[in-house]
């Protein structure tokens, strides 16, 4: 899997130290132009850390630190140690969310490391953030209380097994492709560490003791097995400082290292897996199999080898993976898939034929090694060259993306681990050197003639058994295990028992100094610290041009030019909405974009812009980003969005209904109670209900269970709304520069000219030359002349769904989603929502109740939506949420204010940092953004007083009381 954040490579460690910093030896200092800078590497002297500063002048901080964890079984005690060290008393997570100004906080496991992430903008609170995080990890609380890892692990209660990493990980189980993933993996790797799940299987999470959590801690969490980062502009001597005089320096323990990981040898013939999934109860249509063919390609640490195999694995995925179509046709399986795993040793590539007919197994293997065979012979030169634009637009675009340090120091991490990495220089050679004779070679290589390969064959099990005995191509099969959850309680109950008195006494970790520090102290602040200036908003023109409306605003995309195109969707009737939804979507699509438009980038949705209670504007937004030399790519795609002559192929519609459903059924149980909620509470719910609710899924499901009879109906529905959106109001939005605006301009004359003809009426028929007005307000003038032409509004009789249940394929997992509605959004509000968010619910519903996530979320339509997710106990989250007005009438202190004011006020303010203001100037002209109400927001969060809870709580006991709830889980449950 490709990271966003590209690298130069650095110096090996053996060039000559050139100086000398905070107990650190700077060793290498190389210019970085990817990130407008220096990278500078340093090695810790006494414990050989070696840290990372990519030194440029971006204002957001970031500090990245990562171990390498190997998994050794299926208990997930790397992903629990991770959820441990910040998540004690000491360094409360939770504390870090709502009283800090972080632009990012978090932590990760993957298959090979574990890392710990931050940014911030203020250096002052970087720094105390790099203390917390370095206390809670290399002096964790965890390592000296149980009941950390009992909170956060699991543990048995009267309900049953609980905690936080085993729920989330039993949401994980909820998913076929999870099965699927662990098939594959134990397929190819049954000899390494790829054959467990480094996240936990929630079958062998509870036979996780506290001895070998602690011991894992002590094997891989020191300096020697660690590297870190740190991006941005900073005082690096503070930094190091901080790093060495507090932590390494104090660290006595230098624990060898693991071994280095040892590759799975390579098989002499393909394997073949028939594996399954469990079922759930009411699942009926939701029991999709799957087949896949998988290859071990090569090892990671040839850095453009991997970059290569990338392009490659894009080529044969290209438009919905159309180069394995006939296997489609022949109606084997519903979609083919490609991916490809580069965050690995051993890099993997499968073909997955998705929602597959299994008695088909051995024809859609055969069709996948004869189109391969095709590819060996011919190659697929065109198909090549829009990737390789694609992914010229994907260097390019990296100086667009927030959080670039951490992208950054989730790379570096990796190249430590793995051996290299996937940085700027390795992708550009990989695509100076990727050609269609090296598609050819690789096509045989990596994939044909290579025997480290396997089939697995994926069924639900009861549909298994339903249907007889499937063919298992080898004869060969894999163990099954899932969760038995009263037979785990009854034998982890006697482990535990057994083994409690000696755990403690296992604890080899001794703390550095005396007096841990404290969270809750760190953060101290006057009370005006919070008080930042506002964001500037880009400058913008609207004008008419043409017949057409175009809004440019004028950012620096760092050669990257954008158009997005909004259409009315008020005139579309109610039987078309969903047509309308899968042609918004299509209109940006792989699968149907012209060929050689050189795209980098495309979506398209329909949605109900709100704008205020009970109040929405329905449109599509459909929007094209390439590079400013690809300018021709824009246009062209535009035009073909809404050229009414142009036909719909079959094969890719069919493509993207199975995608999109899919996509839905990964979610279902969290989608479908939100959007139930949603839907009882305001029109604009309902409409959502019928774009991208329970009503689109039924829509999807029903075409696809019948499509060969019902394309004709489907073709008519999808042309009769195209036409309708292509007659409505159409405004384009460029942003880029003025020069590529002025290209843009020059040469969109198709596009005009297809917009002139298909509008109701040609407003400014004849004009030939531009109304050069600028604008940074309102352009109501222009909209005044712009609404004759908007269609007239339809009115929809929307059925108001009852409160329902959600099946999901295990039980006690659940979302619980409550909302209600209140009057007006305001500042006060966001900072009361955030105090229930980190100080009430999560101690409640995720420390105490096991969920992996809760969340309260106002929204501007004056829905307050609540939810937990992956949560075992639904009666105790809703008796949380009846708690929320009692508690907000406890008040906080003065100091604690100031501080949660700031994290509201930071994340506020987003909305204006650059990667926001794309398209900055239409959203605001067309009411999307609102540029008054987020200033009367922003003043209101300043100035929000302990007191204001008073009037919260009154508007959250209305809440609750006329609230509406769904749950999705267990019917059973």
Known sequence: MKQTAIFVLLLAITVPRLAFAQGFSEVSRTPSPQYDGHIVEYCHDKTGLKLIHIDNDDTEKAFVIGFRTPATDDTGVNHIIEHCLLNSKATPFSYLMNHTGATYLNAMTFSDFTLYALADRSETEYLELMRVYLDGI?????????????????????????????????????????????????????????????GGDPAFIPTLNYKDFVAAYARYYNPNNAIALAYGKQDIGKTLDLIDSRYLSKLTQNIKPPAPYVNQEAFDRTATVYSHYPLPDLAGANAPSSVALNFVTHERKNAVLSAQMELLAATLNDRGGYIFRDIVKKGWAERVNVEYNSMAYQCVLSVIAQNADPAKAKEINDAVRATLAKIASQGAQSVLSDVKKRYEYALASVKNEPRKGIEAGIEQVAAFVYGAQMDENAYREAISKTNNAFLKRAARDYLLDNNHSSVVVLTPKSAARAAGVIPNLSGES??????????????????????????????????????????????????????RNIPQAPHYTDEIISGARVIHTNINTHGISSLHMYLDASALPQELLGYAQILARMMADDSTLPQGANIGAASGYLSADRMGENGYTP?????????????????????????????????????????????????????????????????AGRYECYTSGPQYYALLAGLLSDYANVWPTISENLANARHILAESDIVLSFSGSRAAYDRFINEAAPLFAIIKTQAKENLGKGESQRSA?????????????????????????????????????????????????????????????????????????????????????????GVMLLSSYRDPQVEKTLTAYAGIADFLRKGQNVDDYNKIRSHVLAGWDEQLMPHNLWDYGARLELGIFDYDLFSRVRSEIIETKPEDLQFAAEIWEDIIHQGVIAIGGQLND
């Not at 949401?171 to 790829?194: K, M, Q």
């Open 773 to 861: 007005v600028k604008r940074d307000a309102s352009a109501n003038d222009q909209n005044d002349q712009l609404a004759d032409r908007a269609p007239r509004r339809v009115v929809y009789d929307f059925l108001i769904p009852r409160p329902t249940g959600f099946p999901a394929p295990q039980s006690s997992t659940h979302v619980v989603a409550q909302g209600g509605v209140f009057e007006k959004y305001t500042g006060s509000m966001l900072v009361a929502a955030s105090l229930i968010n980190y100080d009430y619910l999560w101690g409640l519903v995720r420390d105490e109740g096991g969920a992996y996530g809760v969340r309260v979320s106002p929204r501007y339509d």
């Open 478 to 531: 894999n163990a099954e295990c899932y969760c038995d959850e009263e037979a785990l309680i009854s034998e982890t109950v006697s482990i535990g028992d057994k083994e409690k008195d000696n755990q403690n006494k296992n604890n080899t970790i001794t703390p550095g100094y005396e007096g841990e520090f404290s969270a809750t102290s760190a953060f101290d602040r006057s009370n005006g610290d919070f008080l």
């Open 138 to 198: 290399f002096f964790p609380t965890a390592m000296r209380s149980e009941d950390i890892f009992s909170r956060e692990g699991w543990r048995v209660t009267d309900t049953g097994l609980n905690g936080t990493v085993f729920n989330e990980m039993k949401g994980v189980y909820c998913n076929d492709e999870t099965y699927l993933s662990r098939a594959i993996y134990a397929s190819l790797f049954p000899d390494t560490s790829y054959r467990y799940d480094s």
């Open 619 to 683: 449109r599509v937004h459909v929007v094209f980003r390439a590079l400013d030399d690809d300018m021709d790519g824009l246009i062209k795609s535009a035009a073909n969005a809404i050229d009414t002559s142009a036909s719909f192929d079959k094969y890719a519609v069919y493509d993207y209904l199975a995608r999109a459903k899919t996509y839905m059924d990964n979610d279902y149980e969290n989608i479908m109670p939100q959007a139930s909620v949603s839907a009882r509470l305001n029109e």
